[in-house]
Nanobody, 125 residues
Framework: VQLVESGGDSVQAGGALRLSCAAS????????MGWFRQAPVTARRWVAT???????WYAESVQGRFTISQDKSKNTVFLQMNSLKPEDTAMYYC????????????????????WGQGTQVTVSS
């Protein structure tokens, strides 16, 4: 399985970005896809999860501003980020679990089997 993120950029506070995560080599019909972010000298933090069946979960810090979605025909997961804040600045990673469920709603980075290389998001005030 290979995951490739794109869409990161530098924007002003209040702006929007859409990140993409293109997956290849996924043979399982069931999967859990998550977005995580990591700022310098901080731990990697969970942002959002989408299950192959469509269920979604969000971290409280992004609830109402970020939307995770998927296009199965393109094997791609998206993260629409609106009303961006300087504290959203981080490297954003997508990750995948292949299987029929998302353990703990996909919140735990340790449960993911596959990771992308990351895409940088910088929000200036």
């Amino acid at each position: 399985v290979q995951l490739v993120e794109s869409g990161g950029d530098s924007v002003q506070a209040g702006g929007a970005l859409r990140l993409s995560c293109a997956a290849s080599g996924v043979t399982s019909s069931g999967y859990c896809m998550g977005w995580f972010r990591q700022a310098p000298v901080t731990a990697r933090r969970w942002v959002a999860t989408i299950y192959s069946g469509g269920a979604t979960w969000y971290a409280e810090s992004v609830q109402g501003r970020f939307t995770i979605s998927q296009d199965k025909s393109k094997n791609t997961v998206f993260l629409q980020m609106n009303s961006l804040k300087p504290e959203d600045t981080a490297m954003y990673y997508c990750a995948a679990i292949l299987g029929e469920r998302c353990p703990n709603n996909g919140r735990d980075s340790g449960t993911y089997n596959y990771w992308g290389q990351g895409t940088q998001v910088t929000v200036s005030s």
